[in-house]
């Protein structure tokens, strides 16, 4: 008896990451034309743009690659502490309530995840390669530690299926709301949402997250509904001129996918960095 071949399985992950790569570069595409037409800052490095699109294509292998280690985790979490609490509906007008409870108890648990990275030294230190990013764009979304997505997949998710026994579909439809917001959130767009900023995610209320002035530190940390911030007490409700420079304090990013792959080794090595250029706030320009 030959082993079976390894090759066909790897082509079934190579297609899925293409597909998925695909998508990310089609959304930030999108998300380019909306910056070129209403930008809020306009010196943006092409440079660091191009690096994180090249490292969201690193940043999905890991997430292809992680899936059968997600999986068993949450096999095992589950198992564990005995899977599917409550059994959501999953066909008809009921599954449009349980996919907004799946929905609501991602995005909690997504907003007490991103306190603890604000939290955590350890956390941080993978965290803070998001917040490096002192140019603010659609490229940034997916600019997030590839250590976070093993912690996450692992971790945090199977959660979800120790509280519900839910169809597939619904989890799977949840992660398309997250993809969209998420592209959403990071875009380098100047809209202003009046009274509605503080319902969804939007650009704005998520640029405050990233600011580098310290009166927005910790806060505006949720994901999708940033209720969230207002029950727990962290949400900055953003000023109709309040568009900040984004980064760490010292301006601090990584120049190379390497530097960004090993993140919480040398972030704060001075060859590691970027020159830190501050971005150029232009409706902060226009209220002086
Ligand atoms: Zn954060
Ligand atoms: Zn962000």
Known sequence: MFASSPFPELLHHAILWLQAYALVLLMMGLGALLERRWAAT??????????????????????????PLAAAASVAIVNAFGGGMVVLVS??????????????????LEYGFHRLQHTWPVLWKLHSLHHSAVDFNVTVTLRHHWLEVLIKGCLLYPIVGVLFKVEPWIVGATSIVFMIANNIAHLNLRVDAGRY???VINPQYHRL??????EHLNHNFAQLLPMWDHIFGTRWIPAKHEWPATGLDDGTQPGSLLSAFAWPLGQHAAHDAMPARKAVALLDEEAK
């Open 42 to 67: 306009l010196l943006q490095s092409r440079a660091a743009q191009r690096l994180n699109m090249a490292y969201a294509g690193v940043y999905l292998v890991v997430v292809e690659a992680a899936k």
């Open 197 to 199: 900023v503080t319902w």
């Open 91 to 108: 066909h008809g007008w009921s599954a449009v309530a349980s996919l907004v409870i799946v929905l609501l108890t991602i995005d909690l």
């Open 209 to 214: 997250h990233h600011s580098i002035r310290a």
